[in-house]
């Protein structure tokens, strides 16, 4: 496997937002005041780009179909649940900040 610029630019992306990641769970675990819904679904999110970050770096490329297929689907899953999760956020958000006539409420 060649190492190209973009591949170290990656890695250290990827571990830069992983031990921000890491950082984020600590304190919320830590502090039972931040467990707020809010806070439960950022938790949640953060879990789910941590994950995401994990099965992407470790897999790397695989010549074993199965593994790649195992790889792809739960990079997917990850993916949809990070999108889910900030949907769940800015509902919570309009919902919070949303004025007069808001159909939300």
């Known amino acids: 496997m060649k190492i190209t610029p973009l591949r170290i630019l990656t890695y250290i992306g990827c571990g830069i937002s992983m031990i921000s990641l890491i950082s984020l769970l600590g304190i919320y675990i830590a502090l039972p005041e931040l467990r707020t819904l809010p806070g439960k679904n950022l938790m949640s999110l953060s879990c789910a780009m941590l994950l995401y970050h994990v099965f992407f770096l470790l897999t790397g490329q695989t010549d074993t179909p199965n593994l790649c297929l195992a ?5 997917h899953y990850f993916l949809l649940s990070s999108f889910f999760w900030m949907g769940v ?9 949303g004025g007069k006539g808001n159909l939300l409420k």
Do not use: C, K, P
């Open 89 to 97: 956020m800015a509902f919570d958000i309009a919902r919070t900040f």
């Open 71 to 75: 790889v792809s689907v739960l990079l």
